[in-house]
């Protein structure tokens, strides 16, 4: 489910699960994770990551894991990895990037993002909450007024707002990125190691408040949560109670 590619220093990192819209599960995790392992061990000067077909990802995978509690702190483990290789990532978003698919867009030091790709989180829609990292990253990479419609509203986010943000750097398909990255591989490792380092030290990784990891924990714990659950099974809108 997950496919390398190696061009000169320029890794490329598919999801691969097209049936499934590139949907996260536990499996899916563990090989993206080793993969990124691979591709630095092999010697990339630059890793590109995105997805087969229409989809970057949808996200975690609903019908699989993501209510098991051990689920989120795997996909935070793994956003955490990808945010600190050594080596420049570049996400191509070719299609929409939701949920946990955005995180992993956002964990990566560029993005290049098709025309007709939108970017979200839709997790208060189905009762479940993403960690402190995810909140701050998107602030700073969008700003407090988009961040909180994409949150609190579950606003989409379109590629040329994205790009008038900044939260898309180019506007372009994946040979568009990887090209790029071809680019940027022959620039001074050390250089751009050191900029990635001061960059991601915007204040996301700081640690949380007990309060608002404990406000977090309550909604994966939540009645609600299970309601979504049992919504999505039946296939009709859930009636969340705040419980």
Not at 168 to 195: E, K, M, S, V
Request: aromatic share 4%; charged share 25%; with cysteine.
């Amino acid at each position: 489910m997950i496919v390398s590619t190696q061009s000169g220093p320029v890794t490329t990192i598919e999801l691969a699960r097209e049936a499934k819209r590139n949907a996260l599960d536990e499996d899916m995790l563990i090989d993206l994770g080793s993969a990124f392992t691979e591709a630095v061990d092999s010697g990339a000067r630059v890793i590109v990551l995105t997805g087969r077909g229409t989809v970057f990802s949808a996200g975690a995978d609903l019908s699989g894991p993501i209510y098991d509690p051990t689920f989120p702190e795997k996909l935070v483990a793994l956003i955490a990895k990808i945010e600190s290789t050594p080596v420049p990532v570049v996400a191509a978003l070719n299609g929409a990037a939701l949920g946990a698919g955005l995180q992993l867009a956002m964990a990566a030091d560029l993005r290049v993002m098709a025309p007709d790709a939108i970017a979200g989180i839709p997790a208060a829609k189905i009762g479940v909450a993403v960690d402190e990292w995810t909140i701050r990253r998107l602030v700073s990479l969008v700003g407090s007024g988009q961040a909180r419609g994409m949150f609190i509203g579950c606003d989409p986010l379109s590629a040329d707002r994205a790009h008038d943000l900044g939260f898309a750097n180019r506007i372009g398909d994946l040979a568009d990125a990887q090209h790029w990255a071809a680019t940027i591989a022959g620039f001074a490792p050390l250089t751009l190691r050191h900029y990635k380092m001061v960059l991601n030290g915007d204040g996301a990784r700081d640690e949380a408040p007990t309060e608002r990891h404990e406000a977090m924990l309550a909604a994966w714990l939540s009645d609600d949560v299970k309601e979504a659950r049992r919504a999505r099974e039946e296939k009709r809108a859930p009636v969340f109670q705040g419980k």
